[in-house]
Structures are given as structure tokens and as C-alpha cells.
């Protein structure tokens, strides 16, 4: 989904996301631009297998260049840690151990709450194939679980990162049921633009012959105009109509728009056999 546009604020602010052993060049590349979707930019390698800078991991970013760039590499996770006062452990697996176990949305809530009293944050995330170790985990504060279908658990890394990077700004926002941009506005149709799209739909069809047999036209007109009537329609979709309707009116499949012969007058009405 298209969306990037440099004239806006980029957010780049939160706690920091620190992959342990990532293998593929690619699968970082991933997690930056979820990272930056979500205004999220602090990305901390521990020895990446395929070591760093990575040709892979600027091409899949999607230009999430920002999140490249300033990405920092630790040679043990105790050093990628070392500088934050608070960190959740991601892990799909129940662990031994006596730490607490959040959700995604309250872990959001709470590095949100960490990260405006000032304090730094940050998120772990495992190996590709086989996550965080134990030791590993206990090196964070709390852990932070997805609720997934239990007998499929597995998340693909940038997955992982891109579900709290979503919490992570909802968690910022007022509202929750606010959209960075509305439809655009039309105007209501009248009564009139709707009876002249009555009276244009049906005189087209009344000339291929619709109303068949005679008797039935009016029960047939008063389901035709029940139909058009089941919504207000605006101004502009009125037009868009009565544009099809004039179209078909006078081009057929025989003549179509651009075709030697266009469709003539009211005196030759086209023959719209193939049309039906």
C-alpha cells in the first residue's frame, strides 16, 4: 500500500528494537520498514550472521533509510541492553521463570508510560528459527506474548516487530477510531437529478424493449425506481449514471464508441441484439 511522502512529520521516537542473531539481510530490512510505518526507529543488532552493512537489508527496507542508517551492532546482547532502564522479551513459548507476562496492548501502554518519564525502552526479538534462549529472556524485565492461533504460533520476524510497532502507536493516539484522511465530500442528490435519472434509465429501456410484456411496466418501473431509491445518491453519482446510460444509449456492441459508424438518431435506433 502506497503511502510514503516526504513533505510530512517523520516520527522516529520509542523504544529501541533489538534483533538477536538476525540471519537474513532481508528479514532486517523487513523489520525497519515496520519500524518505520509506526514511527519507530532505534533498530539494535546483536551479531547478525551475514554481518553489517547489508546490501539485502537497504533493499527490502523499502527506503525506510533513516532506520538503516542509524542502525547500531552489538557484538552480545548484555551490551545492546546495557543503556535501557526497561525491556520486554517477545516469545511465543510459555517459559519457566516468574517474570510477568503482558499482552501486546499493555506492554504498548507501559513503554509508552516508560518512554514520557524519559526512560530508555526496548523490545526483544529472537532467531528467525528458534527465537530468544532462556538466558536470553531473562535478561528483560517482562515478556510480552502475541495471542495467535495456539497450534500456529510462529511469526515471521518483521511480523513480530510490525504488530508492536502497531501497538506502540496506538498507544499514542487520542483517539482510536481516528483515520489520517476522509473520503471526499459530495453533495447530496435532489429529488429531481433522481427523477431524471428515472425518467433517462427508463426510456432507454422502454426503446430495447424491456418492459415485456406491456402489462407488467408499471410493476416493473415501481421495482426498478425501488431499486435506484434504496440509497441517497450525491450529485456526482447521479452524473456517473446518467453518463453510463447516455453511453449505452448511443453506442452498441455493433458500433461502439470510435467504430465507423456511430450510433445514429432516434429515427434509427441502434441494434442492440448482441447486447443481451
Known amino acids: 500500500m502506497a503511502g510514503t511522502n516526504s513533505e510530512r512529520q517523520l516520527l522516529a521516537e520509542g523504544p529501541a528494537i533489538i534483533l538477536v542473531e538476525p540471519q537474513m539481510g532481508e528479514n532486517i530490512g523487513m523489520v525497519a520498514r515496520a519500524m518505520a510505518n509506526f514511527g519507530l526507529a532505534e533498530l539494535r543488532l546483536v551479531n547478525p550472521r ?57 506492554a504498548a501502554e507501559t513503554l509508552r508510560a516508560r518512554f514520557r518519564a524519559g526512560e530508555g525502552t526496548g523490545i526483544l526479538f529472537g532467531r528467525e528459527r528458534w527465537g530468544l534462549t532462556n538466558e536470553e529472556v531473562a535478561l528483560a524485565d517482562e515478556i510480552v506474548t502475541f495471542p495467535v492461533n495456539p497450534a500456529f504460533a510462529s511469526l515471521n520476524i518483521a511480523q513480530a516487530v510490525l504488530l508492536m510497532s502497531y501497538e506502540w502507536m496506538k498507544s499514542g ?104
Open 173 to 276: 493516539m487520542e483517539d482510536l477510531g481516528a483515520v489520517p484522511f476522509q473520503a471526499m465530500g459530495q453533495t447530496p442528490s435532489t429529488k429531481e437529478q433522481l427523477f431524471g435519472l428515472f425518467d433517462q434509465l427508463e426510456d432507454a429501456l422502454d426503446a430495447r424493449g424491456y418492459f415485456h410484456p406491456a402489462g407488467k411496466k408499471p410493476k416493473m418501473v415501481d421495482n426498478l425506481r425501488a431499486v435506484l431509491s434504496r440509497r441517497a445518491f450525491t450529485e456526482q453519482e447521479i452524473s456517473v449514471l446518467r453518463g453510463v446510460i447516455s453511453s449505452l444509449d448511443r453506442f452498441s456492441r455493433k458500433s461502439p464508441r470510435g467504430g465507423r459508424f456511430p450510433t445514429a438518431t432516434k429515427e434509427t435506433p441502434p441494434d442492440d441484439s448482441a447486447d443481451a
Open 50 to 106: 551475514d554481518g553489517w552493512p547489508n546490501e539485502k537489508a537497504l533493499a527490502t527496507a523499502s527506503k525506510a533509510d533513516h532506520v538503516i542508517e542509524a542502525t547500531k551492532v552489538y557484538d552480545t546482547l548484555e551490551q545492546a541492553v546495557a543503556d535501557l532502564n526497561f525491556v520486554y522479551a517477545t516469545t511465543a513459548r510459555e517459559r519457566d521463570g516468574y517474570k510477568p507476562v503482558r499482552s501486546p496492548v499493555i
